[in-house]
């Protein structure tokens, strides 16, 4: 009985050394079988990979900016005031000079008019001393026919000729009264036309800062009146670009507040120098032809590419 026990146990060892040796040799060969269907497989294509890095090297030559005018101002009080009416609101379009709004006036109206009057008063004094010379002249033209015949003495004629000389002096203490009357005068009127606001252009009022019977100091701002062509985009370029962006070149413009749009800019100035600090020179385009939707301050792109 324990040979046999002993043989039984000799046959199972013999059978599970068999079967672990099988499941070895069964895992090379699926492992083999895996490296070479690895090796086997295609690579993958570097077509697309190739593209990006094209299109990564050549970028798009595109750049943005608002759309400018090159007349806009901000109308402030020249003087301390009331504002006695305003002619104009937004968004009325207005000529160069015309009345925008009138401060009150009626103080230095009142004083002009009195500087006139003394303007005038003493241009009458004036005229009267030189009529009285023109009579002195005359008395000492008689008096040198006389004192050339011995009818009168030689201080008879130092005499009227003193008499001249001293309203020679007369006509000029008075002449330049005259100057100082008429520069007062002139300085009202220019204090009178501070009262008056006015466009410096053809423009359209975009903003207006007060209302009619509210006082301003001087410098504060009135009005903000912009015109509305010619519609310019300035932008600055990489130096690498300096010698290929000529005068009159054109480029294509478009903005995303006007889709659809299709517009053209013509290369208007370029600056002579590149800033040091930045690397960069600044070009200014106009816009031609038919503008469209674009208005000044919305935001638009020119397209460089054809530069490349």
């Avoid at 053209?264 to 106009?286: H, N, Q, W």
Wanted: aromatic share 6%; glycine share 6%.
């Amino acid at each position: 009985m324990a040979r046999m026990q002993w043989m039984h146990k000799l046959i199972a060892w013999t059978i599970v050394i068999a079967a672990v040796q099988i499941s070895g040799c069964g895992g090379d060969k699926g492992q083999s079988t895996m490296v070479s269907n690895a090796a086997t497989l295609p690579a993958p294509a570097a077509a697309p990979l190739d593209h990006l890095r094209a299109a990564a090297a050549v970028p798009e030559l595109v750049v943005s900016g608002p759309i400018i005018v090159e007349h806009e101002v901000d109308l402030t009080a020249q003087r301390d005031g009331v504002v006695a009416k305003i002619f104009y609101d937004v968004p009325a379009h207005v000529k160069a000079g015309t009345l925008l709004a009138q401060l009150d006036d009626r103080q230095l109206q009142a004083q002009l008019e009195s500087a006139r009057a003394k303007s005038r008063s003493v241009e009458a004094d004036l005229n009267n001393w030189k009529a009285e010379r023109k009579v002195m002249q005359a008395d000492y033209t008689r008096a040198q026919q006389a004192a050339a015949q011995g009818l009168i003495s030689a201080e008879q004629l130092q005499h009227a000729q003193f008499q001249v000389e001293s309203h020679d002096w007369d006509i000029k203490r008075v002449t330049e009264l005259l100057n100082n009357a008429q520069s007062d005068q002139h300085s009202l009127e220019l204090e009178l036309q501070q009262t008056r606001i006015v466009a410096p252009f053809d423009a359209v009022v975009a903003r207006r800062y007060v209302r009619e019977s509210q006082s301003v100091a001087k410098g504060d701002r009135l009005f903000w009146v912009t015109s509305e062509a010619p519609l310019l985009i300035r932008f600055t370029l990489p130096e690498g670009f300096f010698g290929k962006v000529r005068r009159g070149q054109e480029f294509a413009v478009d903005s995303p507040d006007a889709p659809g749009e299709q517009h053209t800019a013509r290369v208007r100035e370029i600056s002579p120098v590149v800033d040091p600090a930045s690397g960069t020179f600044e070009v200014l385009v106009e816009l031609t032809g038919n503008r469209g939707s674009l208005r000044p301050g919305m935001t638009a792109s020119v397209n460089l590419d054809h530069m490349q």
